[in-house]
T-cell receptor, first 117, second 111 residues
Protein backbone atom coordinates (compact mmCIF):
# COMPACT_ATOMS: atom_id res chain seq x y z
CA UNK A 1 0.00 0.00 0.00
CA UNK A 2 3.02 2.30 -0.22
CA UNK A 3 2.32 5.43 -2.13
CA UNK A 4 -1.44 5.87 -1.71
CA UNK A 5 -1.66 8.79 0.67
CA UNK A 6 -4.71 9.49 2.78
CA UNK A 7 -5.34 12.23 5.24
CA UNK A 8 -6.33 12.83 7.86
CA UNK A 9 -5.59 9.49 9.43
CA UNK A 10 -7.98 10.14 12.27
CA UNK A 11 -10.84 12.59 12.31
CA UNK A 12 -13.34 13.36 15.02
CA UNK A 13 -16.51 15.22 14.14
CA UNK A 14 -19.61 16.14 16.08
CA UNK A 15 -22.96 15.13 14.72
CA UNK A 16 -24.06 17.55 12.02
CA UNK A 17 -20.57 18.64 11.01
CA UNK A 18 -18.87 17.93 7.71
CA UNK A 19 -16.03 15.49 7.16
CA UNK A 20 -13.60 15.74 4.26
CA UNK A 21 -11.26 12.88 3.53
CA UNK A 22 -8.47 13.20 1.00
CA UNK A 23 -6.65 10.65 -1.12
CA UNK A 24 -3.66 11.01 -3.42
CA UNK A 25 -3.18 7.93 -5.61
CA UNK A 26 0.10 6.21 -6.24
CA UNK A 27 2.30 7.82 -8.86
CA UNK A 28 1.18 6.70 -12.27
CA UNK A 29 -2.26 5.61 -11.08
CA UNK A 30 -5.22 7.35 -12.63
CA UNK A 31 -8.05 5.44 -10.96
CA UNK A 32 -9.28 5.91 -7.43
CA UNK A 33 -11.71 3.84 -5.40
CA UNK A 34 -13.23 4.57 -2.01
CA UNK A 35 -14.30 1.85 0.39
CA UNK A 36 -15.88 1.99 3.82
CA UNK A 37 -15.29 -0.50 6.59
CA UNK A 38 -17.65 -0.51 9.52
CA UNK A 39 -16.39 -2.07 12.77
CA UNK A 40 -16.05 -5.84 12.52
CA UNK A 41 -17.20 -5.86 8.89
CA UNK A 42 -15.61 -6.21 5.47
CA UNK A 43 -14.89 -3.42 3.08
CA UNK A 44 -17.80 -2.05 1.08
CA UNK A 45 -17.29 -0.36 -2.27
CA UNK A 46 -18.49 3.21 -2.38
CA UNK A 47 -17.30 4.95 -5.53
CA UNK A 48 -14.87 4.69 -8.44
CA UNK A 49 -13.42 7.80 -10.03
CA UNK A 50 -11.06 8.87 -12.74
CA UNK A 51 -9.79 12.40 -13.11
CA UNK A 52 -12.81 14.72 -13.34
CA UNK A 53 -15.14 11.80 -13.83
CA UNK A 54 -17.25 9.58 -11.57
CA UNK A 55 -17.43 6.17 -13.17
CA UNK A 56 -19.42 4.19 -10.61
CA UNK A 57 -21.05 5.56 -7.48
CA UNK A 58 -23.37 2.64 -6.89
CA UNK A 59 -22.10 2.15 -3.34
CA UNK A 60 -22.54 5.72 -2.22
CA UNK A 61 -25.39 6.54 0.14
CA UNK A 62 -27.96 8.64 -1.69
CA UNK A 63 -27.69 11.59 0.64
CA UNK A 64 -24.90 13.50 2.39
CA UNK A 65 -22.05 11.69 0.62
CA UNK A 66 -20.17 12.98 -2.41
CA UNK A 67 -16.82 12.34 -4.05
CA UNK A 68 -14.66 14.09 -6.56
CA UNK A 69 -11.31 13.66 -8.24
CA UNK A 70 -10.35 16.99 -9.78
CA UNK A 71 -7.88 17.51 -12.56
CA UNK A 72 -5.41 18.83 -10.02
CA UNK A 73 -5.12 17.67 -6.45
CA UNK A 74 -6.33 14.71 -4.45
CA UNK A 75 -9.60 12.85 -4.56
CA UNK A 76 -11.98 14.00 -1.84
CA UNK A 77 -14.74 12.09 -0.11
CA UNK A 78 -17.12 14.50 1.55
CA UNK A 79 -19.68 13.60 4.17
CA UNK A 80 -22.12 16.30 5.14
CA UNK A 81 -24.09 16.43 8.38
CA UNK A 82 -22.36 13.40 9.80
CA UNK A 83 -24.22 10.96 12.04
CA UNK A 84 -22.86 8.37 14.45
CA UNK A 85 -23.46 5.62 11.89
CA UNK A 86 -20.86 7.25 9.64
CA UNK A 87 -18.15 6.28 12.13
CA UNK A 88 -15.95 3.89 10.17
CA UNK A 89 -12.64 3.46 8.44
CA UNK A 90 -12.59 4.93 4.96
CA UNK A 91 -10.04 3.45 2.63
CA UNK A 92 -8.88 4.78 -0.67
CA UNK A 93 -7.33 2.52 -3.29
CA UNK A 94 -5.72 3.27 -6.61
CA UNK A 95 -4.76 1.37 -9.70
CA UNK A 96 -3.49 1.98 -13.18
CA UNK A 97 -6.09 1.96 -15.90
CA UNK A 98 -7.48 -1.62 -16.15
CA UNK A 99 -5.72 -3.55 -18.86
CA UNK A 100 -2.62 -1.41 -18.70
CA UNK A 101 0.31 -3.50 -17.61
CA UNK A 102 -0.22 -4.28 -13.94
CA UNK A 103 -3.78 -3.05 -14.06
CA UNK A 104 -4.78 -5.88 -11.80
CA UNK A 105 -2.83 -4.45 -8.90
CA UNK A 106 -4.95 -2.42 -6.54
CA UNK A 107 -3.26 -0.84 -3.57
CA UNK A 108 -4.85 0.68 -0.52
CA UNK A 109 -3.92 3.70 1.48
CA UNK A 110 -3.55 3.63 5.25
CA UNK A 111 -7.14 4.70 5.75
CA UNK A 112 -8.94 7.51 7.49
CA UNK A 113 -10.72 6.66 10.71
CA UNK A 114 -13.77 8.83 11.24
CA UNK A 115 -15.35 9.04 14.66
CA UNK A 116 -18.60 10.90 15.06
CA UNK A 117 -19.40 11.97 18.62
CA UNK B 1 -26.65 -8.94 -5.28
CA UNK B 2 -23.13 -10.05 -6.11
CA UNK B 3 -21.56 -11.59 -3.03
CA UNK B 4 -18.35 -13.02 -1.73
CA UNK B 5 -18.67 -15.36 1.21
CA UNK B 6 -16.06 -16.27 3.78
CA UNK B 7 -16.18 -18.13 7.07
CA UNK B 8 -15.60 -15.49 9.73
CA UNK B 9 -13.57 -17.85 11.93
CA UNK B 10 -11.52 -17.60 13.96
CA UNK B 11 -9.44 -20.25 12.32
CA UNK B 12 -6.87 -21.43 14.81
CA UNK B 13 -3.77 -23.31 13.67
CA UNK B 14 -0.53 -24.21 15.42
CA UNK B 15 2.70 -22.59 14.36
CA UNK B 16 4.25 -24.42 11.42
CA UNK B 17 0.96 -25.87 10.17
CA UNK B 18 -0.85 -25.12 6.93
CA UNK B 19 -3.69 -22.64 7.19
CA UNK B 20 -6.45 -23.04 4.61
CA UNK B 21 -8.75 -20.10 3.96
CA UNK B 22 -11.76 -20.45 1.71
CA UNK B 23 -14.00 -18.14 -0.25
CA UNK B 24 -16.96 -18.54 -2.60
CA UNK B 25 -18.39 -15.97 -4.97
CA UNK B 26 -21.72 -15.60 -6.70
CA UNK B 27 -20.89 -13.62 -9.84
CA UNK B 28 -19.87 -16.01 -12.60
CA UNK B 29 -18.64 -12.99 -14.56
CA UNK B 30 -15.86 -12.32 -12.05
CA UNK B 31 -12.50 -13.04 -13.60
CA UNK B 32 -9.95 -11.87 -11.05
CA UNK B 33 -9.65 -12.55 -7.36
CA UNK B 34 -7.55 -11.00 -4.65
CA UNK B 35 -6.39 -11.97 -1.21
CA UNK B 36 -5.59 -9.22 1.26
CA UNK B 37 -4.30 -9.44 4.79
CA UNK B 38 -5.51 -6.91 7.33
CA UNK B 39 -4.12 -6.46 10.79
CA UNK B 40 -6.37 -4.86 13.36
CA UNK B 41 -6.53 -1.11 12.86
CA UNK B 42 -4.53 -1.25 9.67
CA UNK B 43 -5.25 -1.11 5.96
CA UNK B 44 -5.57 -4.17 3.71
CA UNK B 45 -2.26 -5.43 2.37
CA UNK B 46 -2.25 -7.22 -0.98
CA UNK B 47 -0.98 -10.78 -0.73
CA UNK B 48 -1.68 -12.00 -4.22
CA UNK B 49 -4.21 -12.13 -7.02
CA UNK B 50 -5.28 -14.96 -9.30
CA UNK B 51 -7.30 -15.07 -12.50
CA UNK B 52 -6.56 -18.48 -14.01
CA UNK B 53 -7.98 -21.79 -12.86
CA UNK B 54 -5.51 -23.77 -10.82
CA UNK B 55 -2.82 -22.82 -8.36
CA UNK B 56 -0.59 -19.80 -8.05
CA UNK B 57 2.29 -19.89 -5.61
CA UNK B 58 4.21 -17.02 -4.05
CA UNK B 59 6.56 -17.95 -1.23
CA UNK B 60 4.56 -19.50 1.60
CA UNK B 61 1.26 -18.55 -0.03
CA UNK B 62 -0.70 -20.51 -2.63
CA UNK B 63 -3.92 -19.24 -4.13
CA UNK B 64 -6.27 -21.71 -5.77
CA UNK B 65 -9.10 -20.88 -8.14
CA UNK B 66 -11.89 -23.11 -9.39
CA UNK B 67 -14.22 -21.10 -11.60
CA UNK B 68 -16.60 -24.01 -12.20
CA UNK B 69 -17.22 -24.26 -8.46
CA UNK B 70 -16.88 -20.48 -7.94
CA UNK B 71 -14.36 -21.16 -5.23
CA UNK B 72 -11.13 -19.46 -4.24
CA UNK B 73 -8.77 -20.49 -1.50
CA UNK B 74 -5.54 -19.36 0.10
CA UNK B 75 -3.08 -21.75 1.67
CA UNK B 76 -0.43 -20.49 4.05
CA UNK B 77 2.38 -22.95 4.63
CA UNK B 78 4.56 -22.93 7.73
CA UNK B 79 2.18 -20.57 9.49
CA UNK B 80 3.78 -18.06 11.84
CA UNK B 81 2.26 -16.09 14.72
CA UNK B 82 2.87 -12.98 12.60
CA UNK B 83 0.36 -14.38 10.08
CA UNK B 84 -2.39 -13.86 12.65
CA UNK B 85 -4.70 -11.37 10.98
CA UNK B 86 -7.95 -11.12 9.06
CA UNK B 87 -7.75 -12.38 5.50
CA UNK B 88 -10.02 -10.73 2.98
CA UNK B 89 -11.07 -12.36 -0.25
CA UNK B 90 -12.23 -10.06 -3.05
CA UNK B 91 -13.65 -10.57 -6.52
CA UNK B 92 -13.41 -8.06 -9.32
CA UNK B 93 -16.82 -7.00 -10.54
CA UNK B 94 -17.58 -5.19 -13.74
CA UNK B 95 -15.14 -4.22 -16.43
CA UNK B 96 -12.80 -2.43 -14.07
CA UNK B 97 -11.15 -3.01 -10.73
CA UNK B 98 -14.21 -2.72 -8.53
CA UNK B 99 -13.66 -5.16 -5.69
CA UNK B 100 -16.41 -7.00 -3.88
CA UNK B 101 -15.06 -8.12 -0.52
CA UNK B 102 -15.99 -10.93 1.75
CA UNK B 103 -16.33 -10.19 5.45
CA UNK B 104 -12.94 -11.76 6.10
CA UNK B 105 -11.65 -14.77 8.02
CA UNK B 106 -9.75 -14.25 11.24
CA UNK B 107 -6.68 -16.44 11.45
CA UNK B 108 -4.95 -17.11 14.75
CA UNK B 109 -1.59 -18.90 14.68
CA UNK B 110 -0.60 -20.05 18.14
CA UNK B 111 2.93 -21.01 19.19
Amino acid sequence: NAGVMQNPRHLVRRRGQEARLRCSPMKGHSHVYWYRQLPEEGLKFMVYLQKENIIDESGMPKERFSAEFPKEGPSILRIQQVVRGDSAAYFCASSPAPGQGSGNTIYFGEGSWLTVV
Amino acid sequence: QKEVEQNSGPLSVPEGAIASLNCTYSDRGSQSFFWYRQYSGKSPELIMFIYSNGDKEDGRFTAQLNKASQYVSLLIRDSQPSDSATYLCAAVSGGYNKLIFGAGTRLAVHP
